[in-house]
T-cell receptor, first 111, second 117 residues
């Protein structure tokens, strides 16, 4: 089955700086890679996703890049703000049903 | 209107008891899921139903039994609760469908925090 590894497990950044979270996956058949954000005590919510036919996708201050050859994908948050503090999960799937999640990255934005 | 709603939000119970968590989605989705999130925040898929049919059944003790009376509902019944069952349980739903152009965003419920004493 798919195995997704996510690094770092915790990330502390100064407000206004960038944050980068990296994930690797094992199943070369995986073709859908969503990122979820979970604020403290809340539900996970999709913030951005990318499919394997695209190398990069951007939505305002967040972007995701995918390297299929190396089987890794990354989330980039620019100009971080306090409301970006949350746990971020990457995930991968080859069949659109069973999402395999990474272990999560706790991001803390220091004011 | 809440898209994916689960009840109860909190559940505190004694070891050995049997409890149920209910989930309903009003998005018209075909697929529903149950996830367990432990104290380390790891999200693990437990079950998935597509149009009332079980399609994912991970290695979960058979004390856990999902039931889908229709495609808008997926309930989780847990028998003989153990201390290790304490976690937050999330229900989710997605449109379903195979790979390709179909977007398959999973929408999560607010979670049920289960505490077994």
């Amino acid at each position: 089955g798919e195995n997704v590894e996510q690094h770092p497990s915790t990330l502390s950044v100064q407000e206004g700086d960038s944050a980068v979270i990296k994930c690797t996956y094992s199943d070369s058949a995986s073709n859908y890679f969503p990122w979820y954000k979970q604020e403290l005590g809340k539900r996970p919510q999709l913030i951005i996703d990318i499919r394997s036919n695209v190398g990069e996708k951007k939505d305002q201050r967040i972007a995701v890049t995918l390297n299929k050859t190396a089987k890794h994908f990354s989330l980039h948050i620019t100009e971080t703000q306090p409301e970006d503090s949350a746990v971020y999960f990457c995930a991968a799937t080859s069949n659109d049903y069973k999402l395999s999640f990474g272990a999560g990255t706790t991001v803390t934005v220091r004011a | 209107d809440t898209a994916v709603s689960q009840t109860p939000k909190y559940l505190v119970t004694q070891m050995g008891n049997d409890k149920s968590i209910k989930c309903e989605q009003n998005l018209g989705h075909d697929t529903m899921y149950w996830y367990k999130q432990d104290s380390k925040k790891f999200l693990k898929i437990m079950f998935s139903y597509n149009n009332k049919e079980l399609i994912i059944n991970e290695t979960v003790p058979n004390r856990f039994s999902p039931k889908s009376p229709d495609k808008a509902h997926l309930n989780l019944h847990i028998n003989s609760l153990e201390l290790g069952d304490s976690a937050v349980y999330f229900c989710a739903s997605s449109q379903g469908g195979w790979t390709g152009l179909a977007k398959n965003i999973q929408y999560f419920g607010a979670g049920t925090r289960l505490s077994v004493l």
